[in-house]
């Protein structure tokens, strides 16, 4: 494995999230709100995109991870698919650039077949030129699901381990699809609802969750400085007991 796993091994603790998850909720709410189509939210959530990766960068956070399409909102309508991929599409096209002048690389993980070719060869084409960036990565789960990448995970395990029946955790690590980060630190859900919706489940093992009420257009870095003070009054003990900590911080 590249990185700790939080059930192998006790991964070290910085008062700044290395690494922070967000579900990215509320944005029709946001505009039915303002008597506008869920559309309008959609686009207004994209500047939230922008704000919170330029937040990120500015903490300190070396790993973002958003949730911006899972594999259960193509049972959304018809015409708002239609257009959440229209938006995809154009913040590919107008964002890259930036994010690479300012050393942001992008990956897009999930099940990427079902989305159209040029969509496909546009997530193929940022990714491939922002590789080698290394100040903050951006990951975009779209046509995620946590439960879809635990099944991949171990069909490819089993692909590379011909005839064995006996598997161990670090060897179905390194075919996640998030093989290349560490583990969240903290998971943001905003928009009021308090689950975790099929995302990252094998990943957010010891993650620390926080939920607010706020709706994703209206999350901006004020919002992200509140979760990571609530963030920061955690214990993060990882089976130890309270005790354990205190002793291990004398030691140091």
């Known amino acids: ?4 796993s939080s059930t192998q091994a006790i991964p ?12 990215m909720d509320g944005n029709g709410r946001w505009a039915t709100k303002r ?7 959609h686009g207004k959530g994209v500047e939230a995109v922008r704000t919170i990766v330029e937040a990120c960068v500015e903490r300190g956070v070396e790993y973002l ?5 899972s594999s259960e909102n193509w049972r959304r309508p018809a015409d708002e698919v239609s257009l959440l991929m229209r938006l995809f599409v154009t913040a590919l096209e107008r964002e890259v ?19 159209d070719e040029k969509l496909q060869d546009l997530i193929a084409s940022a990714e491939r030129r922002t590789a080698n960036n290394a100040r903050l990565t951006v990951t975009i789960c779209a046509n995620y699901g946590g439960r879809w990448d635990i099944m991949q995970a171990v069909s490819k395990m089993i692909k590379a381990n011909p005839g064995a029946t006996d598997f161990s955790e670090e060897e179905l ?6 093989a290349y980060a560490p583990e969240p630190d903290l998971f943001i859900r905003t928009g009021g609802e ?6 990252l489940l094998w990943q957010l093992a010891y993650t620390e969750f926080y939920f607010t009420e706020t709706y994703w257009p209206d999350f901006d870095g004020g919002a992200l400085d509140d979760a990571i003070a609530s963030y920061q009054q955690r214990e993060r003990r990882f089976g130890r007991t309270s005790q354990q900590l205190v002793e291990q911080k004398k030691a140091s």
């Open 194 to 199: 308090e689950r975790i919706s099929n995302f």
């Open 1 to 4: 494995m590249t990185h700790t």
């Open 35 to 41: 008597y506008m189509p869920r559309v309008a939210g």
């Open 97 to 115: 650039s930036k994010m690479h002048a300012n050393g942001i690389r992008l990956k897009v993980i999930g099940d990427l077949g079902r989305f």
């Open 12 to 23: 070290k603790v910085s008062s700044v999230p290395r690494h922070i998850a967000i579900i």
């Open 65 to 69: 991870t958003l949730f911006a399409f």
């Open 173 to 178: 690590a390194p075919h996640l699809a998030m």
